[in-house]
């Protein structure tokens, strides 16, 4: 089974999160649902990762959308939302 590493970048001052699953490369975005957009390789559909809107925001507010983003995506491994908001 292929090992993957998320890396995180958050944008505090505007509340984004930015996941990537390892290595960034080009990628189109789709909505998931309002404010969270799923990223996709553009050659091959794989992906590559998420941008969350609002993240803290969200986060704080138990919003379902955000937390069952790991299942709903099948991501290869867990998010940390704790992890990644600690960062503010």
Do not use: W
């Amino acid at each position: 089974m292929k090992t993957h590493s998320l890396n995180y970048n958050y944008d505090c001052s505007h509340d984004v999160l930015y996941i990537s699953i390892d290595t960034p490369r080009p990628s189109y975005g789709d909505d998931l649902s309002d404010g969270i957009i799923v990223r996709y390789d553009i050659d091959t559909d794989e992906l590559t990762g998420v941008t969350i809107l609002d993240c803290k925001t969200r986060y704080l507010g138990n919003d379902p959308d955000l937390l069952g983003l790991t299942a709903r995506l099948k991501f290869p491994t867990d998010i940390d939302f704790e992890q990644a908001t600690s960062v503010v």
